[in-house]
Structures are given as structure tokens and as C-alpha cells.
Nanobody
Framework: QVLLVESGGGLVQVGGSLRLSCAAS????????MGWFRQAPGKEREFVAAISRSGGTTNSADSVKGRFTISRSNAKNTVYLQMNNLKSEDTAVYYC???????????????WGQGTQVTVSS
């Protein structure tokens, strides 16, 4: 089992940047594919980005390509989401998740953090 704790959310203006962090504790961090998801009010949770166990491969949703970058430090047991050029539609609660599955777009995620609020204001 792994415990995930997100941080770094907050209020930012349109066009601004934030970096989210997710610290993992418990089982070996490199056992997991890591992902970021988000849920806006009244909407379903959606995939944002994922990164392979080694950190060598990533994928992301079309809506954030070119603006968001996922990375991980296996030495620090932490996964990051660098968000640049933020838009009002990026406002959501952002969740970190860990998967025991192979690195695929349809991977099932087994563990979830509590979420961190990101609000982009115009």
C-alpha cells in the first residue's frame, strides 16, 4: 500500500504557473506508474497526465499538452505536475494516483491522494 499527499495548489491568474507535488510513502515508489487527474465542479474526474515507473515515458491529455509537464523523482518518492499558461478551465481539484498496472492509457489506479484545489482566476 502507498500513501499519497498532494501539495502546491492555490489561486493563480490566467496565464500563470503552479507546480503540484505528490509525496508517496509506504511501498517502493518505483513499483508504481503515477498519474494526475482532476475534477471540476459538476464534472467527472478526468485524466491529466501519467508517467512510467522509470520516468522515461509520459503521456498527457490533449487539453494540457504543451502546457503541463509530469515528472518524478524516484530518489524523493515524489511526482510533480508543472502547470504553465493556466486557463480558467483548468480550475479543479487535482488528484495524484498510483497504479500497479502496466503503463497504458487505460491503466487502473489503485491508490489516490486527498486532492489539492487549483483555482485559475481571470
Amino acid at each position: 500500500q502507498v500513501l499519497l499527499v498532494e501539495s502546491g495548489g492555490g489561486l493563480v491568474q490566467v496565464g500563470g504557473s503552479l507546480r503540484l507535488s505528490c509525496a508517496a510513502s509506504g511501498r517502493t515508489f518505483t513499483s508504481y506508474v503515477m498519474g494526475w487527474f482532476r475534477q471540476a465542479p459538476g464534472k467527472e474526474r478526468e485524466f491529466v497526465a501519467a508517467i512510467s515507473r522509470s520516468g522515461g515515458t509520459t503521456n498527457s491529455a490533449d487539453s494540457v499538452k504543451g502546457r503541463f509537464t509530469i515528472s518524478r523523482s524516484n530518489a524523493k518518492n515524489t511526482v510533480y505536475l508543472q502547470m504553465n499558461n493556466l486557463k480558467s478551465e483548468d480550475t479543479a481539484v487535482y488528484y495524484c494516483a498510483a497504479s500497479n498496472s502496466p503503463f497504458t492509457k487505460s491503466a487502473h489506479y489503485d491508490y489516490w491522494g486527498q486532492g489539492t484545489q487549483v483555482t485559475v482566476s481571470s
